[in-house]
């Protein structure tokens, strides 16, 4: 057996992992691979990153997977060489279709190249497949679409079919002692948005920054790695959100199928309201303009967007008519001030935070704002507030300067949700 200390950059293709090297406190230190030849190699590592994809190596071994219960879908796909585009300007977009029994991607690739895929309901799907087997259970799949049927019409199966199922999980921890998952190896969402490919890079540039915020300030490791985490978990649940949202709100198809995925009872509350909180009212990115303007969502998804909207709009309109002095502002319940690492501009860097329910990660502060948030405890006027926030400040510009800039702090704060109520403003 070969033993190494892994240093710099070093590619070895062909080798397969097999198992992490651990000390007696269960930190990772290493990893042992296979060579194509057999030889067994250990190599040590301050850090053992896994990026192993859905085989998830270190998940699996520490048991950390927990499979998501909502989108118990099963997927068969293939490769066609052939299959007609959508029109200009949409040729290299992916297409989505639902029928009765689930939906299909069709994704363009390059040398003529599409990936088709179906997804059904896992339970009903695999005693079909199990019946049919792969090939005729994807081609009756496509023979109840109408467009992506049409889109096969002369195209020649070059790959496949594969089958998946049941692959949406997350793991309970991403980082621990020596070691640090990424990408599918740490979590993977149903596939309807695409979103695999930009959840492993940027958990992969996160992990990078993490792992060199560590090896240069070592205060910085444990923090690090717990806010790499949130971060992660954060844009996991976002297309989460998103996915169960579409599901929900496909009024296309009258099935078992797609009735079982309106029922959103069994989502994570939390996770819906912090998506909610977080996209009302902003313009919607890429992937939420579709779910958002086209889907018909359920009533009580869209009162949640309504509610949120509008507390947003009439915040707005109270600071707008003008912050008295008279009034005392209050931070939300359990918004508090934290000194933690964030990820800004490709790195972690420590900041003053003011985490709450509906931003665990914490939304970076000045150090000038966060003295302020520092003078906000419920007793004070914001005339009160202000007056000692300038204290010994001599130079009357510099003064009128700072009371603009801390009641226009106050103002966002407010409009946020991070100051709760403004007593002595009526409702
Ligand atoms: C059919 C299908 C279609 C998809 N379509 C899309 C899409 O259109 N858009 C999108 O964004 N995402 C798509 N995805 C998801 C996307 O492919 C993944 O989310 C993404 O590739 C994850 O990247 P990763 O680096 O974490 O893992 P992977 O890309 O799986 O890479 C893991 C690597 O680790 C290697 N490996 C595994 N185990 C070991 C081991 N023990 N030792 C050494 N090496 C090992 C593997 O060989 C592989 O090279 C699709 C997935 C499937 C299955």
């Known amino acids: 057996m070969e033993n190494a200390r892994a240093t710099g950059v070093d590619i070895r293709e062909g080798a397969n992992a097999f198992e992490a090297i651990t000390d007696q ?12 030849d057999g030889e067994v190699v250990a190599v040590e590592a301050g850090t053992v990153v896994d990026a192993s994809g859905q085989s998830a190596l270190l998940a699996r071994a520490m048991n950390l997977r927990t499979w998501d219960t909502f989108f118990q879908n099963l997927a068969v796909y293939a490769y066609y060489r052939g299959a007609k585009r959508l029109p200009s300007p949409d040729e290299t977009n992916i297409f989505i279709e639902s029928y009765e029994q689930g939906w299909t991607w069709t994704i363009p690739l390059k040398d003529d190249l599409a990936s088709v895929g179906a997804i059904v309901d896992s339970e009903a799907g695999q005693s079909i497949l199990t019946e049919l087997g792969p090939s005729e259970f994807l081609k009756r799949q496509i023979s109840q679409t109408v467009r992506t049927a049409d889109m096969l019409s002369n195209a020649e199966l070059m790959d496949g079919p594969h089958v998946i199922r049941d692959w949406s999980y997350t793991t309970n921890r991403m980082v621990g002692d020596g070691w640090i998952l990424l990408g599918d190896a740490a979590c993977f969402v149903d596939p309807l948005f695409s979103s695999g490919v930009h959840l ?74 912090s998506f909610i909180r977080a996209v009302a009212g902003q313009p919607p990115r890429g992937y939420e303009r579709a779910v958002l303007s086209r889907g018909e969502l359920p009533f009580d998804i869209s009162d949640m967007f309504a509610g949120v909207e509008s507390d947003k709009r009439l915040r707005e309109a109270r600071v707008e008519s003008g912050l008295t002095p008279d009034l005392v502002p209050r931070m939300a319940d359990e918004a508090r001030l934290e000194r933690r690492p964030i990820f800004a501009e ?42 000692a926030f300038t204290e010994g400040v001599e130079d009357p510009e510099q003064v009128k300067q700072a009371r603009e800039m801390a009641l226009n702090a106050i103002g966002i704060l407010y409009v946020d949700g991070a100051i709760d109520g403004l007593k002595g403003l009526s409702d």
């Open 346 to 387: 490709g790195e972690f860097q420590w900041s003053i935070v003011l985490a709450s329910p509906a931003r665990p990660e914490g939304a970076p502060l000045s150090n000038f704002v966060a003295a302020l948030v520092n003078q906000v405890d419920g007793q004070r006027n914001i005339g009160q507030i202000l007056a």
């Open 25 to 36: 406190d269960h930190a990772v230190r290493g990893v042992r691979y296979r060579r194509e």
């Open 200 to 273: 492993a890079l940027m958990s992969a540039v996160m992990a990078a920054a993490c792992i060199h915020a560590g090896k240069t300030d070592p205060t910085m490791r444990v923090p690090a790695g717990m806010v790499y985490e949130q971060l992660y978990r954060k844009e996991y649940a976002h297309f989460r959100e998103l996915a169960s949202l579409f599901y929900a709100s496909n009024r296309t198809e009258e099935s078992y199928y797609w009735q079982a995925r309106r029922l959103l009872g069994d989502t994570d509350v939390g996770a819906r309201e």
